[in-house]
């Protein structure tokens, strides 16, 4: 399955979470480099000076003998398997060693020359820091070889402790950095939010456009989504002027041919002109009422229910008097997106083919379902035949033709529902009784 583009939170997300871990793991690495030089290097200040003491303290007997005139300051050197060690030992044999060095040697070689040397070689319980320096005998013809050194283990050890300590305290501030960068990606994004809940309500019909308080970032898209919106209720606002003026400028002529074709009646040809203008009439309604429906589509509107419905009860009270059928409405208060003047066309035709088709009463209910509200148009008529269910939608067709109308009612109310983004159905009442009940469902907000 193709998968949708990342989100720009994601990418950043990703980003954020990869360059702080790389950040994280390139401090450990340095940190723990430079740690580990720091305290290599005191090591080896302290084991030169250590040697330094070791030659100062060097006495030696009548037979050449070396030995201490005291113990060295660090106390470490007196602790046998303590990993710290000094050792002299002459050319022609006799070796004195630290009370530490309990078992082995060190190879005299690793001190070779009358400098301070520092070596890493082979200590009696591994690798160990070596630091060496030769001495002539002041009592012999030969050398003196002075060795001090130190286990690498602990070292070692120091920096395994310190690289412990330093992974916590990284793993807390990783923690920390990435709580503290998704805070500021919440902060930096929220006016994207902003964004996609203004459009929201644009559509809706509950702002008329997106305003002018934007960051930068996303002010010139905010414009130019409002140099949209109102070129697009200028091009609505143009169709229906010119739909209307089509409407006028057409009927003013058809009603002209009307009167003179029913002067003809008596005629042959006075009644095939007077068929042929109410057909003509029948088409400009249709076809007005689809430009209407597209001029509509897609527009930022709304409409509340009840200030739609009022006068339009009252109309059909009216219009259905003589017959005195009842209108009846309740419900609660509801807003729907749908263009005002589509909306009282859709109900103004599903009110007037009840009232055409009813006994006595005609009701209207509404219900909000979720996102969507469920307006009953309910009459006590006849009801709607099982076989014309589906052709009473189309244009023209007619249940009776003793009753008054075109049959472009319905088709013209359904289509403007399905340009509204909802749906209208048709059928018996759901009660048993005798009757049609029409069910049309928009967009509520």
Same mark, same amino acid.
């Given at each position: 399955?193709?998968?949708?583009?990342?989100?720009?939170?994601?990418?950043?997300?990703?980003?954020?979470?990869?360059?702080?871990?790389?950040?994280?793991?390139?401090?450990?690495?340095?940190?723990? @480099?430079?740690?580990?030089?720091?305290?290599?290097?005191?090591?080896?200040?302290?084991?030169?000076?250590?040697?330094?003491?070791?030659?100062?303290?060097?006495?030696?007997?009548?037979?050449?003998?070396?030995?201490?005139?005291?113990?060295?300051?660090?106390?470490?050197?007196?602790?046998?398997?303590?990993?710290?060690?000094?050792?002299?030992?002459?050319?022609?044999?006799?070796?004195?060693?630290?009370?530490?060095?309990?078992?082995?040697?060190?190879?005299?070689?690793?001190?070779?020359?009358?400098?301070?040397?520092?070596?890493?070689?082979?200590?009696?319980?591994?690798?160990?820091?070596?630091?060496? $320096?030769?001495?002539?005998?002041?009592?012999?013809?030969?050398?003196?070889?002075?060795?001090?050194?130190?286990?690498?283990?602990?070292?070692?050890?120091?920096?395994?402790?310190?690289?412990?300590?330093?992974?916590?305290?990284?793993?807390?501030?990783? $923690?920390?950095?990435?709580?503290?960068?998704?805070?500021?990606?919440?902060?930096?994004?929220?006016?994207?939010?902003?964004?996609?809940?203004?459009?929201?309500?644009? +559509?809706?019909?509950?702002?008329?456009?997106?305003?002018?308080?934007?960051?930068?970032?996303?002010?010139?898209?905010?414009?130019?989504?409002?140099?949209?919106?109102?070129?697009?209720?200028?091009? $609505?606002?143009?169709?229906?002027?010119?739909?209307?003026?089509?409407?006028?400028?057409?009927?003013?002529?058809?009603?002209?041919?009307?009167?003179?074709?029913?002067?003809?009646?008596?005629? +042959? &040809?006075?009644?095939?002109?007077?068929?042929?203008?109410?057909?003509?009439?029948?088409?400009?309604?249709?076809?007005?009422?689809?430009?209407?429906?597209?001029?509509?589509?897609?527009?930022?509107?709304?409409?509340?229910?009840?200030?739609?419905?009022?006068?339009? @009860?009252?109309?059909?009270?009216?219009?259905?008097?003589?017959?005195?059928?009842?209108? &009846?409405?309740?419900?609660?208060?509801?807003?729907?997106?749908?263009?005002?003047?589509?909306?009282?066309?859709?109900?103004?035709?599903?009110?007037?083919?009840?009232?055409?088709?009813?006994?006595?009463?005609?009701?209207?209910?509404?219900?909000?379902?979720?996102?969507?509200?469920?307006?009953?148009?309910?009459?006590?008529?006849?009801?709607?035949?099982?076989?014309?269910?589906?052709?009473?939608?189309?244009?023209?067709?007619? @249940?009776?033709?003793?009753?008054?109308?075109?049959?472009?009612?319905?088709?013209?109310?359904?289509?403007?529902?399905?340009?509204?983004?909802?749906?209208?159905?048709?059928?018996?009442?759901?009660?048993?009784? &005798?009757?049609?009940?029409?069910?049309?469902?928009?967009?509520?907000?």
């Amino acid at each position: 399955m193709r998968r949708g583009p990342i989100s720009l939170r994601t990418r950043f997300t990703v980003s954020m979470l990869a360059w702080v871990l790389m950040g994280l793991v390139v401090l450990g690495i340095s940190a723990t @480099l430079l740690f580990r030089r720091h305290v290599e290097g005191v090591y080896h200040l302290e084991l030169q000076e250590h040697l330094v003491e070791l030659v100062g303290l060097t006495t030696y007997d009548r037979a050449g003998n070396p030995a201490l005139s005291r113990p060295l300051s660090d106390p470490r050197y007196g602790v046998p398997g303590s990993g710290f060690y000094w050792q002299i030992s002459r050319d022609n044999g006799g070796t004195l060693a630290s009370p530490s060095l309990v078992a082995g040697r060190f190879d005299d070689r690793l001190a070779h020359t009358r400098a301070i040397v520092h070596v890493e070689g082979a200590g009696p319980t591994g690798r160990a820091m070596v630091y060496g $320096v030769v001495k002539p005998h002041p009592l012999r013809r030969e050398t003196v070889h002075f060795i001090i050194a130190t286990d690498v283990r602990h070292l070692d050890r120091i920096v395994s402790d310190f690289q412990r300590d330093l992974v916590a305290w990284l793993a807390a501030s990783g $923690v920390l950095l990435i709580a503290g960068a998704l805070l500021a990606l919440g902060f930096a994004t929220r006016p994207f939010n902003g964004l996609s809940t203004r459009i929201a309500r644009v +559509r809706a019909g509950e702002e008329g456009r997106m305003g002018v308080d934007w960051p930068a970032e996303i002010a010139p898209l905010a414009a130019d989504l409002d140099r949209l919106i109102e070129s697009r209720e200028a091009m $609505v606002a143009s169709a229906r002027i010119e739909a209307g003026n089509l409407a006028h400028g057409l009927r003013t002529s058809l009603a002209v041919l009307t009167d003179e074709a029913e002067s003809l009646a008596g005629t +042959r &040809a006075g009644q095939t002109l007077l068929s042929e203008c109410r057909a003509m009439t029948r088409k400009l309604d249709w076809h007005l009422a689809r430009a209407r429906t597209a001029a509509g589509r897609g527009a930022v509107i709304h409409t509340d229910l009840l200030d739609a419905l009022a006068p339009l @009860l009252a109309a059909m009270e009216r219009l259905h008097a003589t017959r005195g059928i009842r209108f &009846a409405a309740g419900g609660p208060e509801a807003r729907i997106a749908i263009d005002p003047e589509a909306l009282a066309e859709i109900l103004a035709n599903l009110l007037d083919n009840a009232g055409k088709w009813a006994t006595s009463r005609v009701d209207v209910r509404w219900t909000r379902a979720g996102e969507h509200l469920d307006i009953t148009v309910i009459d006590d008529g006849p009801g709607i035949p099982a076989d014309t269910a589906e052709a009473i939608w189309e244009p023209g067709v007619r @249940l009776d033709e003793q009753v008054p109308g075109h049959g472009l009612g319905l088709a013209i109310a359904r289509d403007l529902t399905i340009a509204a983004g909802g749906r209208l159905q048709l059928g018996s009442r759901p009660d048993g009784q &005798a009757g049609t009940m029409a069910v049309l469902t928009l967009q509520a907000i």
